[in-house]
């Protein structure tokens, strides 16, 4: 069972970029058949799909955060990494790394899910 | 891309049944059997119920099932149980290779 698990900061300045790492366990990164995803959580609300990135590095992303988000994968330390630029308080949410199935095209496994708030 | 659009809340009794639709349109649903449906309760991780319009993971209920018309997936619950209550989300695959969720629907057990 693969087991993912996201990092980074709990509080980021508004302005300032989000930065938070993945790191996959009991499965390789690179194992084809898989993509990885972030996909977020505002308080209180729906969820929002962020971009997904595949071993090879190919990207894609949610078009309203395309011209701020970066996703990309570290496979030595079956990581992968998502940057959110100029955040304002409207990214303050939960964000999730999560496992997508290319043929299924569904996302089966996800991490426990990190607070990202955006405050000065 | 817009969002998918699910009712925003749905209830039903114990043992009865209930369906929750999803529509989209032709550059998701309407193109795609690529519709899953994830359930989560509060404080908790979304889990996968529903992959590829129909299909159910292992150790997913049975009473859980899904189904499409043109643009609008649905998700039906039989036999509602309590542990059922929670807040259910539906998503697409689209044809500008992106992933697209629906609003979510919370789910009342009366």
């Known amino acids: 069972q693969v087991h993912l698990q996201e990092s980074g900061p709990g509080l980021v300045k508004p302005s300032q970029t989000l930065s938070l790492t993945c790191t996959v366990s009991?499965?390789?990164?690179?194992?084809?058949?898989?993509?990885w995803s972030w996909i977020r959580q505002h308080p209180g609300k729906g969820l929002e799909w962020i971009g997904y990135?595949?071993?090879?590095?190919?990207?894609y992303y949610n078009p309203s955060l395309k011209s701020r988000v970066n996703i990309s994968v570290d496979t030595s330390k079956n990581q992968f990494s998502l940057t959110l630029s100029s955040v304002t308080a409207a990214d303050t949410a939960v964000y999730y790394c999560?496992?997508?199935?290319?043929?299924?095209?569904?996302?089966?496994?996800w991490g426990q899910g990190t607070l990202v708030t955006v405050s000065s | 891309q817009s969002a998918l659009t699910q009712p925003a809340s749905v209830s039903g009794s114990p043992g009865q049944s209930i369906t929750i639709s999803c529509t989209g349109t032709?550059?998701?649903?309407?193109?795609?059997?690529?519709v899953s449906w994830y359930q989560q309760h509060p404080g908790k991780v979304p889990r996968l119920m529903i992959y590829?319009?129909?299909n159910r993971p292992s150790g997913v209920s049975p009473r859980f099932s899904g189904s499409k018309s043109g643009n609008t997936a649905s998700l039906t619950i039989s036999g509602l149980r309590a542990e059922d209550e929670a807040d259910y989300y539906c998503?697409?695959?689209?044809?500008?290779?992106?992933?697209?969720f629906g609003g979510g629907t919370k789910l009342t057990v009366l």
């Open positions: 999560a496992r997508g199935v290319v043929l299924l095209a569904t996302t089966d496994s």
């Open positions: 009991s499965g390789s990164i690179s194992s084809g058949g898989y993509y």
């Open positions: 990135i595949y071993y090879s590095g190919s990207t």
């Open positions: 032709s550059n998701d649903i309407g193109t795609y059997n690529y």
């Open positions: 590829e319009v129909s």
């Open positions: 998503s697409s695959y689209t044809t500008t290779t992106t992933v697209v």
